[in-house]
């Protein structure tokens, strides 16, 4: 099984910052990478999917980045909606594993 | 609109069986690989099982193999999830899903005596 690493796993922020959340996968996995945003007691949303493509309605502060073993999600300019969980998925192989997820905090 | 609607879930004993369905809209059901992935209390997400567009083949993580088992019914535009031997660590939110894009509300699953 690919297994795949978030960091961190949580952190705090301020309203306005710009955020990183890495996903490393044990294996490389091309640009087969999903991102999702939960916020609680809601079904995930998809953010990202190959690794850098926006799904059709997500705001253009939310990036994608990477290939092979890493990759990236970048929120630049924080909003008060974006306080949630992110997690990554691999889709290369199954089973398509989860990243532990990233709790994201007001600060 | 996609739209993905689970129902089915509920309370059932350790040992226990209980069917999921998930009822899709908006997209052509027949195209597509659905997955079953679950959540438990607290916890992050759990890749349960998929099925190709036919349900020709399937999947399982080793956590739900010989237990569980995925279906659908592409004139219904039904997704299935069969479980059996239910255990308390199965107890979770399931979520239907479609390809890397769209989730359902999911159902709760409550495995306990």
């Known amino acids: 099984d690919i297994q795949m690493t978030q960091s961190p796993s949580s952190l705090s922020a301020s309203v306005g910052d710009r955020v990183t959340i890495t996903c490393r996968a044990s294996?490389?996995?091309?640009?087969?990478l999903a991102w999702y945003q939960q916020k609680p007691e809601k079904a995930p949303k998809s953010l990202i999917y190959?690794?850098?493509s926006l799904q059709a309605g997500v705001p253009s502060r939310f990036s994608g980045s990477g290939s092979g073993t890493d990759f990236t999600l970048t929120i630049t300019s924080l909003q008060p909606e974006d306080f949630a969980t992110y997690y990554c998925?691999?889709?290369?192989?199954?089973?398509?594993?989860f990243g532990g997820g990233t709790k994201v905090e007001i600060k | 609109e996609v739209q993905l609607v689970e129902s089915g879930g509920g309370l059932v004993q350790p040992g226990g069986s209980l069917r999921l369905s998930c009822s899709a809209s908006?997209?052509?059901?027949?195209?597509?690989?659905m997955h079953w992935v679950r959540q438990a209390p607290g916890k992050g997400l759990e890749y349960v099982s998929a099925?190709?567009?036919?349900?020709?083949?399937?999947y399982y993580a080793d956590s739900v193999k010989g237990r569980f088992t995925i279906s659908r019914d592409n004139s219904k535009n039904t997704l299935y999830l069969q479980m059996s031997s239910l255990r308390t660590e199965d107890t979770a939110v399931y979520y239907c899903?479609?390809?890397?894009?769209?989730w359902g509300q999911g159902t709760l699953v409550t495995v306990s005596s």
């Open positions: 099925i190709s567009t036919n349900g020709g083949s399937t």
């Open positions: 294996q490389g996995i091309s640009s087969w």
């Open positions: 899903v479609k390809e890397v894009d769209y």
């Open positions: 998925q691999q889709y290369n192989s199954y089973p398509l594993t």
């Open positions: 908006g997209f052509t059901f027949s195209t597509y690989t």
């Open positions: 190959a690794a850098s």
